[in-house]
């Protein structure tokens, strides 16, 4: 089994890296560094968003590319991790949300266009996206599986919200999201969603939350803890996928909803 996991900001690379193969995907998107590594009878597909040293900022992933770089490797799975701001001011700094909804309005890329796999009139491919909810549920069950070996608190359900960067929002705007029901938000993980929805590629994304955003709090998180949990957190999701990753490979995948098409 083929599982890509697309990792963000202060996890690079991951546990078993030596014994990685990196190589360039060519997508109609762009290029693509994919890190291959075995982890027990998963073969890992890693994709860093923002590329060693941070390469990029949030508003340059290439969501795009590594999407169809996923399709062209032929993942059956994707799971994602993120950092992010909690907007219920009851999620422990310092612990997991394995999400179950979505916040992402604008449906935007960065660039301002649409957020959709389908943009040539007559593909025969394009379709809507229906569903329920956006992520798979049994892979959310494997990161939730995989939290509880490791040792690492997690909340059972949570909405995401996808915010742009790459500032951090006003209290206005957090006000906003939390009257949404909006539990974290980051900056880069609506558009893969949505990605590998219309893909039909089981996803699922967990969040750790490393500060609360701006007036969730009385006193604001300070900068020195907002960067020492983002250093800690790749440690934090090296422990849950070395974990859930081997329970995926017995899990039974099915992509949230369905595309109905016109062909």
Request: charged share 20%; with cysteine.
């Amino acid at each position: 089994m083929r599982v890509g996991v697309l990792t963000g900001t202060g996890t690079y690379s991951l546990s078993g890296a030596g014994d990685a193969r990196a190589e360039t995907v060519g997508t109609g998107f762009g290029d693509v560094h994919v890190t291959r590594l075995e982890e027990g009878e998963v073969e890992v597909l890693h994709i860093s968003r923002h590329e060693a040293g941070h390469h990029r900022l949030s508003n340059q992933v290439a969501h795009r590319a590594n999407i169809a770089a996923l399709i062209e490797l032929e993942a059956d799975a994707v799971v994602a991790v993120t950092v992010c701001g909690a907007v219920d001011p009851t999620v422990p700094l310092g612990s997991l949300i394995v999400f179950d909804d979505l916040h992402f309005l604008a449906n935007r890329l960065a660039d301002g266009t649409l957020c959709t796999l389908y943009d040539q009139p007559g593909d025969p491919l394009r379709g809507h996206w229906i569903y329920e909810a956006p992520f798979a549920e049994s892979l959310r069950q494997a990161l939730l599986a995989g939290c509880r070996e490791a040792g690492i608190p997690a909340r059972d359900s949570g909405c995401y919200g996808h915010v742009d960067g790459p500032r951090f929002n006003t209290r206005a705007e957090i006000r906003s999201l939390a009257a949404a029901g909006v539990t974290a938000v980051s900056q880069t993980a609506g558009p893969e969603t949505v990605l590998a929805g219309e893909a039909e590629i089981p996803y699922a994304l967990l969040g750790y939350a490393t500060d609360y955003a701006n007036g969730v709090k009385d006193v604001p998180t300070p900068v020195e803890e907002l960067l020492r949990l983002i250093h800690a957190s790749g440690e934090v999701f090296s422990s849950v996928l070395d974990r859930a990753l081997p329970l995926i490979a017995h899990a039974a995948l099915s992509p949230p909803g369905v595309i109905y098409r016109f062909e």
